[in-house]
């Protein structure tokens, strides 16, 4: 009896209290105080209001007048700002040298070197179409005279290979998302483009050797001399069929050398170097230029090429046949190099003369 009127007490406290809580819940709130000798503004009078001033900026801050007005987000990309990691250009966030680049790459170095590319093998095309091989007049007599020795046919193999190795993963680097890509799918195109990048800059080094191995060994006989513009004037007698008499070396292979192995070879070489060692603190302004030089002049290298690769095979009966085996019959010598051919039969020059009944082995000097 006695716990069970303790419950009903304990009932009768909660139920005061939770009515005590309610009603004051329910009571008007009080007056605001007021506030005395002041006049309260209306939200339009507010804002008309003059702004308190601006504090004074420190010296060399880059923040607007204003509260705290950061500069433009643009001017933070391109501007230099403080980084932690010491080298050139480590607290630039980003160029506009790098948007240039990819325009111009993207744009009329990969659309004017495109066409160039096809334009120059179509018309050489067409002109074996039309001409055919330049032929020998006289029949091969068998005898034969030296035209390369090993080291020079060496230099010459391992220049053109790595010219072409070059040219060929360059291509895939330059036009490569644009002709391999659609059809050969993201997967195969990145293995291929990988691959390709690794081979340019392996063999990259070995074919600026190879360039100057082949300046040292071939420059004695590529000075120009009276006889070399006879040739240039009249084309070589190409168009003719009547060729002009020649040394070693005639204007058109004279002009390649400088031209090609020399002046445009220096500079692919150079370029080359400069984006192979980024660590040597270049810029990126300076990268990108290099990129840039050394995509065009590729092309014009690999373009002037093919008229080179044209004369050396297809283009001229027998010509092939001293850069593979070292030797050349003598009728191709006195139709095409009259000149060196006489200076060799009165021994003012270092290669040889080979009877019919004797063969050139091979590797022979």
């Known amino acids: 009896m006695k716990s069970f009127t303790w419950k009903c007490l304990g009932a009768l406290v909660v139920i005061a209290g939770f009515a005590a809580g309610n009603a004051g819940a329910q009571a008007p709130a009080a007056p605001a105080p007021k506030t005395e000798g002041k006049l309260s503004l209306s939200p339009a009078d507010e804002a008309a209001k003059p702004a308190a001033a601006a504090p004074a900026l420190p010296a060399g801050s880059t923040a607007a007048p204003g509260w705290n007005v950061p500069p433009k987000w643009d001017t933070v990309q391109e501007s230099p700002q403080y980084a932690s990691i010491p080298g050139v250009e480590r607290n630039v966030l980003q160029q506009q040298t790098?948007?240039?680049?990819?325009?111009?790459?993207?744009?009329?170095?990969?659309?004017?070197?495109?066409?160039?590319?096809?334009?120059?093998?179509?018309?050489?095309?067409?002109?074996?179409?039309?001409?055919?091989?330049?032929?020998?007049?006289?029949?091969?007599?068998?005898?034969?005279?030296?035209?390369?020795?090993?080291?020079?046919?060496?230099?010459?193999?391992?220049?053109?290979?790595?010219?072409?190795?070059?040219g060929l993963t360059g291509l895939i680097i330059l036009f490569g998302k644009h002709v391999l890509l659609p059809w050969m799918g993201p997967a195969a195109f990145s293995w291929i483009t990988i691959i390709?990048?690794?081979?340019?800059?392996?063999?990259?080094?070995?074919?600026?050797?190879?360039?100057?191995?082949?300046?040292?060994?071939?420059?004695?006989?590529?000075?120009?001399?009276?006889?070399?513009?006879?040739?240039?004037?009249?084309?070589?007698?190409?168009?003719?069929?009547?060729?002009?008499?020649?040394?070693?070396?005639?204007?058109?292979?004279?002009?390649?050398?400088?031209?090609?192995?020399?002046i445009l070879g220096s500079v692919v070489a150079i370029s080359g170097v400069i984006m192979l060692f980024p660590n040597w603190e270049t810029v990126r302004g300076v990268m990108a230029e290099a990129n840039l030089f050394h995509a065009v002049v590729a092309m014009i290298f690999v373009a002037s090429s093919f008229g080179h690769m044209y004369i050396g095979t297809i283009g001229e009966e027998g010509a092939s046949q001293g850069m593979l085996t070292g030797y050349s019959d003598e009728t191709w010598a006195r139709e095409h190099h009259p000149l060196w051919l006489e200076e060799v039969k009165a021994g003012k020059r270092p290669e040889k003369m080979m009877p019919a009944s004797a063969q050139a082995a091979a590797g022979d000097d």
């Not at 340019?200 to 600026?208: E, Q, R, S, Y």
Request: net charge positive; charged share 15%; proline share 4%.
């Open 196 to 262: 390709g990048k690794n081979i340019h800059n392996f063999v990259g080094p070995l074919f600026i050797f190879s360039l100057i191995a082949m300046f040292v060994l071939y420059v004695k006989d590529n000075f120009f001399n009276a006889q070399d513009f006879v040739w240039l004037a009249k084309f070589g007698g190409l168009m003719s069929g009547n060729h002009v008499p020649s040394g070693r070396f005639n204007g058109g292979e004279k002009v390649w050398f400088w031209l090609g192995v020399v």
């Open 98 to 166: 790098g948007e240039w680049w990819r325009t111009v790459r993207n744009g009329p170095v990969t659309f004017y070197g495109g066409i160039v590319l096809l334009v120059v093998p179509i018309f050489l095309l067409a002109f074996f179409a039309i001409k055919g091989p330049f032929k020998l007049h006289g029949e091969p007599t068998g005898r034969l005279v030296e035209r390369y020795n090993s080291a020079e046919r060496m230099t010459h193999w391992t220049t053109a290979i790595s010219f072409v190795l070059l």
